[in-house]
Structures are given as C-alpha cells and as structure tokens.
C-alpha cells in the first residue's frame, strides 16, 4: 500500500457569482512590490479596468491603486457573469503593457519581476486570484467604499482621500474627476 499523499492543496477561492451582489475585489502587486508607484503602470492598469467594464457589463462604483495593491467595488449588470473572467480581464491587460513597456524602455527593472520560472518568466501580479468579498446591503457598501477611499489616508500619503489622484474619492466626495470610469446607475441608494 502506498503512503497517502502529504502534500496540501489549498483549495482555490470560490468566487460567488450571485446576481444583485457588488463585490470588492483585492489583488496585490507580485511580492507586494510598490509596483503602482508608476504613473505609467497606474494608466495601464485604469485603461484595463475601464475596458474590462466595458467588455464584461460591470459598473465600478470605487477603486484605490494603492502603492503594492488595488482595491475594487464593481456591481456586474448582466445576469450571468464571471469574476475570475473580469480579474483576468483587467489584470493581464495591465501586467502585458506594463511588461511590455518595461522590456522596451527600462529592461533593467524586469529583473524584479522575475519569477523563475520558464512560464511565466515575469509577473506583475501576486499569483491567484486575490480576494473577492459580495455585498448586497447599502450599508455595507457604503462602509466598504468608504474603507477603499480612506486607504491612502490610513498609509499617510494623503490627508484628505480626495487629494490620492488613483481613487473614486475626487468623485464620491467632490463629483470631480477620476480616471476609471465611475457609474452608479444600479447604486442602491
């Protein structure tokens, strides 16, 4: 008889696709680099989550690109859909065009994203597929934006969340300008 098997496999997260739920989607930079310190990197990334919207029927009620990770509140319309297909929509976008970028104008950071491996050779992003928390409740949601928008304030980059050009805040609390597209049609409140 043969020994049982000792290695542990974690179990992938399920992601729970439920109609009339917003979710807040995490994901971090590959080794909690402070990779979206780069104005470019940002770009890449808001043009990623802005198509991906587009593409697969979400609103995006709030954001935050923090310095080593990037909070989310979207609100998928359509009826069936896939948060693994939207994350892989926005990330791989993102990670392709900054790697891209990198190869032909700064080669020597590619170093850090070196994963060792043949496949992937760099990543741009943790592997997995980060957190994914649904939300029904106002309240909650409320709670959960206001969480996303005080993220900078909380690391002491800004005072005020308004001021952190990479937020939904300049929209949420002075209808100003961010660059994700913000739309609150199906906004419960």
């Known amino acids: 008889m043969d020994p049982p098997d000792r290695r542990s496999h974690a179990p992938k997260p399920v992601k729970f696709n439920i109609p009339g739920h917003a ?10 680099m402070p990779l979206l310190r780069s104005r470019l ?33 979207i609100y998928p319309i359509s009826e069936t859909y896939s948060i693994a297909g ?7 976008s993102a990670s392709r065009r900054v790697i891209n970028d990198w190869r032909e104008q700064r080669p020597h950071l590619l170093a850090h994203l070196e994963t060792g ?3 992937p050779r760099y990543r741009f992003w943790q592997d997995g597929t980060g957190y994914d928390r649904n939300y029904y409740s106002p309240g909650q949601i409320v709670k959960r934006i206001d969480y996303i928008h005080n993220n900078p304030v909380k690391r002491g980059l800004v005072e005020n969340p308004a001021e952190w ?25």
Not at 23 to 32: G, I, N, P, V
Not at 45 to 63: P, S
Not at 165 to 189: C, L, Q
């Open 117 to 119: 491996l043949k496949r």
């Open 23 to 32: 979710h807040e989607l995490t994901f971090s930079c590959f080794k909690r």
């Open 165 to 189: 050009k990479w937020s939904s805040a300049a929209f949420w609390i002075e209808n100003g300008y961010t660059p994700v597209v913000i739309k609150r049609d199906h906004f419960p409140m």
């Open 86 to 92: 939207i994350l892989k929509a926005i990330k791989q």
């Open 41 to 73: 990197a940002n770009e890449f990334l808001a043009d990623a989550i802005n198509a991906a919207r587009m593409v697969h029927n979400f609103e995006v009620w709030a954001y935050v690109f923090m310095p080593d990770h990037v909070h989310l509140m």
